[in-house]
């Protein structure tokens, strides 16, 4: 009998415990997976019931900027050059982002960063490729090159950085984005043979300096053999590169409405606006003055390059004042994905620029072997509105020396059939967008046919206008 009462007893406690750690569980006062201290989950056990309440994931403005900087130093997986076996390469798309820059505008009554935009080989970062890249610039007489390309110059050259002046970073980045593309398109895929011809090339940059740099650095390293005679530069005045297809009327209105919601949120943000007060105390100038001189984009110069904070008599601005400004531009980014009115002006902003992509890629699918690489050199007001009409939301903003590339594949199986992949920084991205992002349940092949993307870009982007073509979603005013 007492046997039996104290099983009992041992049996209603057991249960009692195992209510309690449940109840504990499910209230999340204890975790239901253990962390390790690297932070991750030694098991994947999914919760009894879900947290439809649980907060998105907290930023962390320090990381991210350090993703921003991509400051050279492992080397990078790609996914790029990926296909079945049957398949085959024949033409590839790059836009890029200009390399690390010095600051367009400066913090007032500050010293400038401290940054040399002399090019040294011996001065990390560096590249193996860094002291014949310069040589070979040098003699750089024969590039045939649009307009005033022609008197920029093909290197930095300035012991202290001129404001938007490529740094040696920036040269670096690109030199190995250059040096990875050559040994997945050219060593494995054989895109360029060894006799590459100047047709086989469209290249494009805008006219500073940065993005013709940053070209040349990617070319660099990535031709079979770098001739100047066979390089052609095309100066494109536009930095969203609408050629002759930029009178558009309500793209400037979502533009100016998009301007209007950063606004709105800005002036929203208390911490934000106590973060600019105390720094306008401490370099001495009214507040609104330093707002208007874009301060993160200095103190990013500073973050990126390991330079320690402007200080003055009264302070020095500091780590605390840098993340809250960094905070608040990723909010903004997360607000702008879900208020649209960004990607409304992004759909009419590079619809010029989409459809030359896709009429060159129908081209060269019909049979034509020129202009199988080209190569846009553009700025983070290219790329991002770009990847937004395209409907990637998840991709981070525009880091220095972004790239992304549309190649084209032919089936091997079935010639007349073509497919595309997408790719951000040498990730597919291809089933991220929004007219192949669910193709790849009814299908094997892990690409986007071709046509998917033409009827997107010649047909779909214009469907939440209610208009069919650009000219007429440019110039009807929303009802």
């Given at each position: 009998m007492l046997f039996r009462n104290r099983f009992l007893f041992l049996l209603a406690l057991a249960a009692l415990l195992a209510f309690l750690s449940l109840s504990l569980q499910f209230?999340?006062?204890?975790?239901?997976?253990?962390?390790?201290?690297?932070?991750?989950?030694?098991?994947s056990r999914k919760r009894i019931m879900p947290d439809l309440l649980t907060e998105p994931p907290a930023i962390d403005p320090v990381y991210e900027?350090?993703?921003?900087?991509?400051?050279?130093t492992i080397a990078e997986r790609s996914m790029e050059g990926h296909a079945p076996h049957y398949?085959?390469?024949?033409?590839?798309?790059?836009?890029?982002?200009?390399?690390?820059?010095?600051?367009?505008?400066?913090?007032?009554?500050?010293?400038r960063p401290d940054i040399d935009c002399m090019?040294?080989?011996?001065?990390?970062?560096?590249?193996?490729?860094?002291?014949?890249?310069?040589?070979?610039?040098?003699?750089?007489?024969?590039?045939?090159?649009?307009?005033?390309?022609?008197?920029?110059?093909?290197?930095?050259?300035?012991?202290?950085?001129?404001?938007?002046?490529?740094?040696?970073?920036g040269v670096v980045q690109h030199l190995r984005n250059g040096q990875l593309l050559r040994e997945i398109y050219i060593s494995k895929h054989k895109l360029l043979l060894s006799d590459w011809t100047?047709?086989?090339?469209?290249?494009?940059t805008t006219g500073k300096s940065r993005t013709l740099q940053s070209a040349l650095a990617l070319l660099y390293t990535f031709l079979p053999d770098f001739?100047?005679?066979?390089?052609?530069?095309?100066?494109?005045?536009?930095?969203?590169?609408?050629?002759?297809?930029?009178?558009?009327?309500?793209r400037n209105h979502y533009l100016e409405e998009e301007q209007r919601r950063q606004y709105s949120l800005r002036v929203k943000n208390n911490d934000l606006e106590k973060i600019y007060v105390d720094m306008a105390k401490i370099v001495g100038i009214p507040t609104r003055q330093l707002r208007a001189s874009n301060p993160i984009d200095s103190l990013l110069c500073y973050f990126c390059h390991n330079v320690s904070f402007p200080c003055t008599k009264t302070g020095c601005i500091g780590m605390e004042h840098f993340k809250v400004i960094k905070r608040h531009q990723l909010e903004d980014e997360r607000e702008r994905q879900e208020k649209k009115l960004y990607f409304l002006y992004a759909l009419l902003a590079t619809h010029p620029l989409l459809n030359q992509t896709v009429n060159r890629l129908q081209r060269i699918a019909e049979g034509k072997k020129e202009e199988v690489f080209v190569l846009y050199s553009a700025h983070d007001v290219t790329l991002s509105p770009v990847l937004s009409a395209l409907g990637i939301t998840e991709a981070?903003?525009?880091?220095?020396?972004?790239?992304?590339?549309?190649?084209?594949?032919?089936?091997?199986?079935r010639p007349k059939e073509h497919f595309i992949r997408i790719l951000y920084n040498g990730a597919d991205v291809t089933f991220q967008t929004s007219f192949c992002k669910d193709y790849y349940k009814r299908s094997s092949k892990p690409m986007c046919p071709l046509e998917k993307f033409v009827n997107f870009v010649r047909r779909d982007m214009f469907l939440i206008f209610n208009s069919t073509s650009y000219y007429d979603a440019c110039h009807r005013r929303p009802l």
């Open positions: 209230l999340h006062l204890i975790p239901v997976n253990p962390i390790r201290e690297d932070g991750l989950n030694p098991k900027a350090r993703v921003y900087c991509n400051i050279p398949f085959k390469l024949v033409s590839v798309q790059v836009l890029i982002r200009h390399g690390d820059r010095y600051p367009l505008y400066a913090i007032p009554k500050t010293k090019l040294l080989p011996s001065r990390k970062p560096s590249h193996p490729q860094l002291e014949a890249f310069i040589k070979y610039m040098s003699k750089g007489s024969a590039a045939q090159m649009d307009g005033s390309l022609s008197s920029l110059p093909r290197y930095p050259s300035h012991s202290l950085c001129e404001m938007g002046e490529l740094t040696q970073t100047a047709k086989q090339l469209y290249l494009e001739d100047w005679k066979k390089i052609n530069l095309r100066h494109q005045w536009s930095t969203i590169f609408c050629s002759g297809s930029c009178d558009c009327p309500m981070r903003f525009p880091r220095f020396a972004a790239r992304l590339v549309f190649e084209l594949w032919q089936d091997g199986k």
